[in-house]
Every structure is written in structure tokens, then in C-alpha cells.
Nanobody, 127 residues
Framework: QVQLVEFGGGLVQAGGSLRVSCAAS????????MAWFRQAPGKEREFVAA???????????DYADSVKGRFTISRDDAKNAVYLQMSNLKPEDTAVYYC?????????????????WGQGTQVTVSS
């Protein structure tokens, strides 16, 4: 059974930094795309960032415009984990952050393209 477990969320002041992590089990994701999405109260789930292996030591990443330059997605395939380093956080970044894994190597910003989901971790940014 595939499981994705997020951790590392919490409360942080605006301008601060936080890293959320996602540990996968039951399947190796090294050759497949992984992503982070978020959902704020009353809003739809939205794409944050995605990453895929590009061969050798090359990894590709894609980001939502709202987080470019502030967030960095990374992965440790030896640990079957993916991370989201968030900097210069803003109150509008407050949301539940979800880790997602795909059965494809194709990175997309569409939640329907991901097959596995974690339970989410709350990130709250105070002003």
C-alpha cells in the first residue's frame, strides 16, 4: 500500500521560513513526478511545485507563479522523500499543504494527474 506522509508544518510569522517534508512508502518514486499542492479554507486545491528526475544528477522543477523565487522543491530519492523549503512566507501562503505522487514521469500542475496523496500538513503564516 502506497503511503505519503507529510510533516513539518506549523505556525510562522510573515517573512519567516519553514520546510515541509513528505516521506513515501510502498512505492519508489525516483523515476516519477512528485508535487506539492495546497488548499486554503474556502478555496480550491492549487498547485505549488513539482519535480521530476531528468537522468543522472539532473532534476527539473516547476513552480506556481505565486511562489517562484520563494519556495524550493527538492527530493532525496535514496530516502524516497520530497521537500518544500518555503521562505519569505506571506499570510496568503496559509493553507494545508499536500504531497502528491504520480505514476508518470511527466510534471503537471493538474491535481488529477497525480495518483497518490498524503493527508496534508497545516502551514499558518501570521501577519
Amino acid at each position: 500500500q502506497v503511503q505519503l506522509v507529510e510533516f513539518g508544518g506549523g505556525l510562522v510569522q510573515a517573512g519567516g521560513s519553514l520546510r515541509v517534508s513528505c516521506a513515501a512508502s510502498g512505492r519508489t518514486f525516483s523515476s516519477y513526478a512528485m508535487a506539492w499542492f495546497r488548499q486554503a479554507p474556502g478555496k480550491e486545491r492549487e498547485f505549488v511545485a513539482a519535480t521530476r528526475w531528468g537522468g543522472g544528477h539532473t532534476y527539473y522543477a516547476d513552480y506556481a507563479d505565486s511562489v517562484k523565487g520563494r519556495f524550493t522543491i527538492s527530493r532525496d530519492d535514496a530516502k524516497n522523500a520530497v521537500y518544500l523549503q518555503m521562505s519569505n512566507l506571506k499570510p496568503e501562503d496559509t493553507a494545508v499543504y499536500y504531497c502528491a505522487g504520480s505514476r508518470s514521469s511527466h510534471m503537471t500542475p493538474r491535481s488529477n494527474d497525480y495518483d497518490y496523496w498524503g493527508q496534508g500538513t497545516q502551514v499558518t503564516v501570521s501577519s
